[in-house]
């Protein structure tokens, strides 16, 4: 009887959780991965909300680079916005006020699913010849909750009444694991 | 030449109809709210919320002298502001909330008066500004009413106005933005708690009311 009220607990809440809103900040070079390895100092990058499943009217939320706090290693050059854009305000970096963005229409959320939200256009200073990712691996960033309210969330239209948002983690700089080349000879005894 | 005698006496049957209606007497007139306390948001394009959205309306019966119902006055031959009257001068940055910028046709009634001269006000209202308190005044051809049977003060509905255009410029912009900063994220009892930036009216200026504003944006007259 447990293992059933197990079992079906978990079947009705996986679906709950694939199906909740998602905002990520996906990269322009690998459309749809929220993994990359800059090659250039000047990169952008793509806020996305996923599976919205309303008519999204304005997001509250703020970018936390946990590695990097103080934003010295990487800076927010700028910020675009896609035409429905109808008012912004405050910073993605700001730990205060966090960044407000509406939409006027609304962001149609049904289709196709994903929808543009900003596209971030991010610098990693250093010297020229050093590169991007020199100092920085597996370097997150993630979507938090906006710092004055507290939350994460969007509003959706025709009432505007705020849902809320999960924020996911994206990195930069993939760490990779060393390995060297080995025959299978020589696996096999180390298991004798 | 007959048809130009058909038209003309048309034509005498609609004045003569207005004239034979008779003047509006603003002390016998009366107007009114169905039910108490309505908060209305507006936009100086008309495009927010109806007032019926609220659950209630405006009435008015437009009287001449005798106390009379006068039948037949145009939907479009009405007005409000404010009760309060609007200070001599504002400190910049310092908008009172009791101050409205009216657009043309700014409000419009829903039929013509009828038999007994009333009609009712239940759409958009197309203004800015802010009236908390105060009430507002109805007008009927150039004349405010007045309460009966002193005839001193204006009548003035128990409601609410609120709108985006927060400094009553009959524009939302980046001004009516600071306000909505300022009184963000505080609800009521706050001491930085704007109502008149609440447009949701739900006692907190959050989120929902940033969306709001970012559908008006840019709005003004038509």
């Given at each position: 009887m447990?293992?059933?009220?197990?079992?079906?607990?978990v079947?009705?809440l996986v679906?709950?959780?694939?199906?909740?809103?998602?905002?990520?900040?996906?990269?322009?070079?690998?459309?749809?991965?929220m993994?990359?390895?800059?090659?250039t100092?000047?990169?952008e990058a793509?806020?996305?909300i996923?599976?919205?499943d309303?008519?999204?009217?304005a997001?509250?939320?703020m970018?936390?680079?946990?590695?990097?706090?103080?934003?010295?290693l990487?800076w927010l050059?700028?910020?675009?916005?896609?035409?429905?854009m109808?008012?912004?305000?405050?910073d993605?970096?700001?730990?205060t006020v966090?960044?407000?963005?509406?939409y006027?229409?609304?962001?149609?959320?049904?289709v196709?699913?994903?929808?543009?939200?900003?596209t971030y256009?991010?610098y990693?200073?250093g010297?020229?010849?050093?590169?991007?990712?020199h100092g920085?691996?597996?370097?997150?960033?993630?979507?938090a909750?906006?710092?004055?309210?507290?939350?994460l969330?969007?509003?959706?239209?025709?009432?505007n009444l705020?849902?809320p948002?999960i924020?996911l983690?994206s990195?930069l700089?993939?760490?990779?694991?060393?390995?060297?080349?080995?025959s299978?000879?020589?696996?096999?005894?180390?298991?004798? | 030449?007959?048809k130009?005698?058909?038209?003309l006496?048309?034509l005498l049957?609609v004045?003569a109809?207005?004239?034979?209606?008779?003047?509006v007497?603003e002390?016998q007139?009366?107007?009114?709210?169905s039910?108490?306390c309505?908060?209305?948001?507006?936009?100086?394009?008309?495009?927010?919320q109806?007032?019926?959205?609220?659950?209630?309306?405006?009435?008015v019966e437009?009287?001449d002298?005798?106390g009379?119902?006068i039948?037949g006055?145009p939907?479009?031959?009405?007005?409000?502001?404010?009760c309060?009257?609007?200070?001599?001068?504002?400190?910049?940055?310092?908008?009172?909330p009791y101050?409205?910028?009216?657009?043309?046709?700014a409000?419009?009634?829903?039929?013509?008066?009828?038999?007994?001269?009333?009609t009712?006000?239940?759409?958009?209202?197309?203004l800015?500004g802010?009236?908390?308190?105060?009430g507002?005044?109805?007008?009927?051809?150039?004349?405010?009413l007045?309460v009966y049977?002193e005839c001193?003060?204006?009548?003035?509905?128990?409601?609410?106005?609120k709108?985006?255009?927060?400094?009553?410029?009959?524009?939302?912009g980046?001004?009516?933005?600071?306000?909505l900063?300022?009184?963000?994220?505080?609800?009521?009892?706050d001491?930085?708690?704007d109502q008149?930036?609440?447009?949701?009216?739900?006692?907190?200026?959050?989120i929902?009311d940033?969306?709001?504003?970012?559908a008006h944006?840019?709005?003004?007259?038509f």
């Open positions: 447990k293992k059933v009220l197990l079992l079906l607990t079947a009705l679906p709950g959780l694939l199906s909740a809103q998602t905002m990520g900040v996906y990269f322009n070079e690998n459309p749809g991965q993994a990359y390895s800059p090659t100092k000047a990169f793509q806020l996305y996923h599976a919205a309303y008519y999204v009217t997001v509250e939320y970018l936390l680079t946990p590695d990097d706090p103080t934003h010295a990487m050059a700028g910020v675009a916005y896609p035409d429905n109808s008012v912004e305000w405050g993605p970096f700001d730990d966090g960044h407000n963005i509406s006027w229409p609304p962001l149609n959320g049904f196709p699913g994903y929808n543009l939200m900003a256009t991010f990693i200073p010297p020229p010849e050093q590169s991007p990712c920085m691996v597996d370097f997150p960033i993630v979507v909750a906006n710092p004055d309210s507290g939350l969330r969007g509003t959706y239209h025709p009432d705020p849902f948002i924020g983690t990195i700089c993939i760490g990779e694991i060393a390995v060297e080349e080995e299978w000879g020589a696996i096999k005894s180390l298991y004798k | 030449m007959f130009g005698k058909v038209l006496f048309s049957l004045f109809t207005s004239v034979y209606a008779g003047d007497d002390c007139s009366e107007a009114g709210v039910i108490c309505m908060q209305i948001s507006c936009c100086p394009a008309g495009d927010f109806n007032i019926w959205e609220e659950g209630g309306y405006i009435w437009v009287k002298a005798l009379v119902g039948p006055i939907w479009t031959d009405f007005w409000l502001d404010a309060v009257p609007k200070p001599d001068s504002i400190e910049v940055g310092d908008i009172p101050m409205l910028c009216l657009c043309p046709g409000i419009v009634a829903d039929s013509l008066t009828n038999a007994s001269g009333r009712t006000i239940s759409g958009r209202l197309a800015g802010c009236v908390l308190t105060g507002i005044y109805i007008a009927v051809q150039g004349k405010i007045e049977p001193l003060d204006y009548i003035c509905l128990d409601l609410i106005l709108s985006p255009d927060r400094n009553a410029d009959c524009y939302v980046v001004s009516d933005l600071v306000y900063a300022d009184s963000y994220n505080e609800g009521v009892g001491p930085d708690y008149c930036v609440d447009w949701n009216h739900d006692g907190i200026v959050n929902s940033f969306a709001f504003l970012g944006y840019t709005h003004g007259c």
